[in-house]
Nanobody, 117 residues
Framework: QVQLVESGGGLVQAGGSLRLSCAASGRAFSRSAMGWFRQAPGREREFVAHISDSGRSTYYADSVKARFTISRDNAKNTMYLQMNSLKPEDTAVYYC??????????WGQGTQVTVSS
């Protein structure tokens, strides 16, 4: 069973930057595609970004494209989300997830990102 732990959230002013990290346990990390999701209060969980097991392929939601960058370091069992030009609407709890087949199966506990206007 894969365990995921997010970190790096916090309070930032609009236009600022944050880098989120997702530390994974288990040697299967390098074989798992990964993703970032977010959920604001009273809203559905929203897809943010996806990265293939090798890191060669990435995919972003239109709302964050050109502002966010997903990456991974398989040697460190860690995935990252670099967030630039943050907007108040980016405020949410951010979750990392690991994919089994085409289904996100394992989830972290989330880290809060708050962007003030």
């Amino acid at each position: 069973q894969v365990q995921l732990v997010e970190s790096g959230g916090g309070l930032v002013q609009a236009g600022g930057s944050l880098r989120l990290s997702c530390a994974a346990s288990g040697r299967a990390f390098s074989r798992s595609a990964m993703g970032w999701f977010r959920q604001a209060p009273g809203r559905e969980r929203e897809f943010v970004a996806h990265i293939s097991d090798s890191g060669r392929s990435t995919y972003y939601a239109d709302s964050v494209k050109a502002r966010f960058t997903i990456s991974r370091d398989n040697a460190k069992n860690t995935m990252y989300l670099q967030m630039n030009s943050l907007k108040p609407e980016d405020t949410a709890v951010y979750y990392c997830a690991a994919q089994v087949s085409q289904t996100y199966t394992y989830w972290g506990q989330g880290t809060q990102v708050t962007v003030s206007s």
